[in-house]
Every structure is written in structure tokens, then in C-alpha cells.
């Protein structure tokens, strides 16, 4: 089973998260024996925090809970309030499951808590352009492994800039391989298109007793 960790903090940027949660805890487009998935949210404390769009979200656990194992999957989503201390356990948390081979996402201001770790230095990643990691994180040494598009894998580490959301959940879900390759292509073409062919083709995809 994977264990997806979300970690909620205050200011949370609510539809970064979006594809890739709903899909992950859903499991409407998984394949045929995929492997199990359980969400949980996850905060520095079991208070209450208030997403950019006004939802509240009290998280299931604490950092100290996370599962430090290469079935873990940790997302850190966008916000405005990444420069606080108390975040830095999280990022702690990262560079472990990172060196473990566990996988880690983070998009938008989430590279930047990152890249202040060093955790960005020998990576490939991308963020909201290379000039503002070097703006915000004075002590960013990456920009050599810098890749200008809008998400980016790096083995286990996959980031996203701030409008990457639909292909970093892409690359994820893909890392996890819960979907069949052709039912992923065409989830992506639809959502990123909007045309109708595509949906359809998605939905030939999901035959009842499809193979892996």
C-alpha cells in the first residue's frame, strides 16, 4: 500500500493539489490490481489550517507520524507561508524519504523550502522560474540542474512550478503506476485539451476485467 502523506499548512493553494488527490483517493481511473492507496493530511500541529480558497483542514497526523519507507509519498502544495520555522521539520522529513528512494512532490513555493534545504543543489527541478529560486533562497546552489518546464521527475523527486499541476500529478501518478499507460495518456490529453475525443478514448480504456 502507499501511504500519501499532504502536507496542509496555512494558505495552502487548494487547486495545486486538485488532480492528483482526487485521483490518488478516488482510484476511479486506477488499473486492474493497482496497488492500494490511503491519504492523509498532515500538519506540524493537529491544529486547524485555512486553505488560500477558505476551507479549513485539520490534519489526520503529525510530521513525527510520517512513515519514513519507500512506500511513502509525501506532497508539499504551494503557499505563502513556507518561510515559517515550524515547516522545517517537514522538510527534514523530505530529504529522508528522499535519500530512503521514497518519492516527494512539491510545486510552487514548496520548491523554495526545498531549495533553502539544499535538497534542490544536485537534483533536477524546476520551480516558478530559476531567477526567483535565486531570488528567494539566497543559499539555492541548483541552478545548474534547472529545468525550464512545468514539471519535472527526477528519479524520486518530482516538482512543479505554480501552473504545473496537471502534468506534476501526471508524473506522479505515473511514478506510483496505479494507471495503465494508454488510460494515463489519455487522462492527461483530456484534461489539458478539453477535447471530447480524448474522454472517450479515456473511457475505452477502463474495460471491465481491463489487464495490467
Not at 113 to 127: E, P, Q
Not at 151 to 178: C, F, M, P, Y
Not at 199 to 204: P, S
Request: aromatic share 12%; proline share 4%; charged share 20%.
Amino acid at each position: 500500500m502507499f501511504i500519501i502523506y499532504v502536507y496542509v499548512l496555512e494558505t495552502l493553494a487548494d487547486w495545486e493539489l486538485g488532480y492528483v488527490t482526487s485521483e490518488l483517493y478516488s482510484g476511479r481511473f486506477f488499473k486492474k490490481n493497482a496497488r492500494c492507496v490511503s491519504l492523509k493530511t498532515v500538519g506540524y500541529s493537529k491544529e486547524p489550517i485555512h486553505t488560500m480558497g477558505g476551507l479549513t483542514v485539520v490534519p489526520d497526523c503529525l510530521v513525527d507520524d510520517i512513515a519514513v519507507d519507500e512506500t511513502s509519498v509525501l506532497l508539499l502544495p504551494g503557499a505563502d507561508t513556507w518561510n515559517a520555522p515550524e515547516h522545517g521539520a517537514v522538510i527534514k522529513k523530505a530529504g529522508e524519504l528522499l535519500s530512503l528512494g521514497a518519492t516527494v512532490g512539491a510545486i510552487c513555493g514548496a520548491t523554495v523550502a526545498l531549495a533553502n534545504f539544499g535538497l534542490l543543489d544536485h537534483r533536477l527541478h524546476t520551480s516558478n522560474g530559476r531567477g526567483f529560486l535565486e531570488m528567494v533562497s539566497p543559499g539555492y546552489k541548483g541552478k545548474g540542474f534547472y529545468v525550464d518546464e512545468p514539471s519535472v521527475t527526477d528519479h524520486n523527486l518530482i516538482t512543479a512550478s505554480s501552473t504545473g499541476a496537471l502534468l506534476w500529478a501526471k508524473q506522479i501518478i505515473e511514478r506510483l503506476g496505479v494507471f495503465q499507460a494508454n488510460t494515463l495518456e489519455a487522462w492527461y490529453e483530456y484534461f489539458s485539451t478539453g477535447e471530447p475525443e480524448y474522454f472517450f478514448a479515456l473511457m475505452q480504456t477502463l474495460p471491465s476485467g481491463n489487464e495490467d
